[in-house]
């Protein structure tokens, strides 16, 4: 086999090895406070504890984390971060910097989001999204962050749905109010792009199917 | 808080989340609770970071539902963080957007952690042994 067909072979492997989701995050948005035991209970028992990312200490900085092929490597292809809405007075796991609750043998696998993530404003009503610190329990310049990038409409008090005649804008690469615009707007504020962004309907990349320039994690 | 009240659109309403009432018997229950998972639930808000690029399906949108893609689609899209709204549903851990409408129709945390799992494990072996990332649903073969 000719080198050049060996190369491409091992490329094209490569590529696809990537552009599998080799590693998986979720965040739980612990909404009605409940005990992080009972999530443990429910993590250990499908047996997820055994496949989530333990980091040795906490919090952990974004120029902190392992790279992907180094979780890869130690099978543990799963990151669980947990919203933290609760009162620590009141509920005491959430403690800053520490892990929300622990699998067998106290190996600490849920991260509380926002010692490690900071977030920008969530249910934006202007297209012209922002990238001011919003939430945040640590330091931001250290911290991993997320942008919220989906555009809402308030129909009434407190109520908000989201902008879908607005989609192709808000989702797309480039342009305004899109993800690119926002990023932009990061990558000015704080020198760095986000780690995460979050956006309504998921057919973003029908948006940005001509891009280049974005790559699988 | 305020992540819930506020970050939470309205409606409930990936399109499959309307379509039947199950009966309260807890085999049926947790069937349908897979079934709609895997074929239809667009698990709230999830998060996206940057991937790979695929074809143009889409299901239509019906209403201001926060996704309109399944989540083996948006994996399948490069969907690399999912964020699970967590509630206290008469004990159990359900997965439903701002309130819990219907408790039977909702996702127990650990039917989506199943399918997290088996999403994972077919992801790797495929990605290594097949070289490919774009198949069809496996969601049969591992249910």
């Known amino acids: ?217 | 808080m305020d992540m819930q009240s506020s970050a939470v659109v309205v409606l409930e309403t990936s399109p499959s989340l309307v379509l039947i009432t199950p009966m309260p018997l807890e085999p049926l229950v947790r069937l349908i609770n897979i079934f709609i998972f895997v074929l239809g639930l667009t698990i709230h808000s999830s998060w996206f970071q940057p991937g790979p690029i695929r074809s143009a399906f889409q299901m239509p949108v019906m209403i201001e539902a926060d996704h309109v893609l399944i989540v083996l689609r948006q994996l399948n899209d490069g969907i690399r963080m999912l964020q699970l709204q967590a509630h206290n549903v008469d004990g159990a851990i359900k997965l439903c957007h701002s309130t819990c409408v219907s408790p039977s129709l909702n996702v127990l945390l650990s039917t989506a952690l199943i399918f997290i799992i088996a999403a994972l494990r077919w992801r790797y072996s495929r990605s290594v042994f097949k070289n490919r990332c774009d198949s069809p649903n496996p969601f049969p073969s591992y249910i």
């Open chain 1, 1 to 217: 086999m000719p080198i050049q067909t060996k190369v491409s072979a091992l490329l094209t492997q490569l590529i696809s090895l990537i552009q599998s989701f080799s590693v998986l995050s979720i965040l739980i948005v612990n909404i009605d406070n409940l005990p992080a035991t009972r999530y443990a209970t429910v993590f250990s028992a499908v047996g997820l504890d055994k496949l989530a990312y333990s980091p040795t200490t906490l919090p952990l900085p974004a120029s902190g984390w392992p790279t992907m092929g180094s979780l890869i490597d130690s099978g543990k292809r799963l990151v669980v971060f947990m919203d933290n809405t609760a009162d620590p007075t009141t509920v005491p796991y959430v403690i800053d910097g520490e892990p929300a609750f622990r699998g067998n043998g106290a190996r600490a696998y849920c991260l509380i989001e926002f010692t490690n993530i900071w977030e920008t404003a969530f249910d934006v009503t202007d297209p012209a999204f922002d990238c001011q610190v919003n939430r945040t329990r640590g330091d931001t310049s250290t911290q991993m962050y997320l942008i919220n990038h989906f555009l809402d409409v308030q129909i009434t008090s407190g109520v908000f749905v989201p902008a879908t005649s607005l989609l192709n804008q808000t989702n797309a690469a480039t342009g305004s109010g899109s993800v690119g615009a926002q990023v932009s707007t990061c990558l000015t504020d704080h020198g760095r792009p986000p780690n995460f962004i979050l956006v309504d309907v998921g057919a973003f990349r029908i948006s940005v199917s001509s891009e280049t320039d974005i790559y699988p994690l």
